[in-house]
């Protein structure tokens, strides 16, 4: 295994996680404008 691979799949990793998580949030505030 590679080291600079494993780093970068481990950056890619992070974005796409921090990605997911700011959706998420986004669709928890906007339900919650939606409900108020």
């Given at each position: 295994?590679?080291?600079?691979l494993?780093?970068?799949?481990?950056?890619?990793?992070?974005?796409i996680?921090?990605?997911g998580?700011?959706?998420?949030?986004?669709?928890?505030?906007?339900?919650?404008?939606?409900?108020?």
């Amino acid at each position: 295994m590679d080291r600079n691979l494993a780093k970068k799949n481990v950056r890619s990793g992070l974005v796409i996680a921090a990605l997911g998580f700011f959706m998420f949030g986004l669709t928890f505030v906007a339900a919650a404008l939606y409900v108020s």
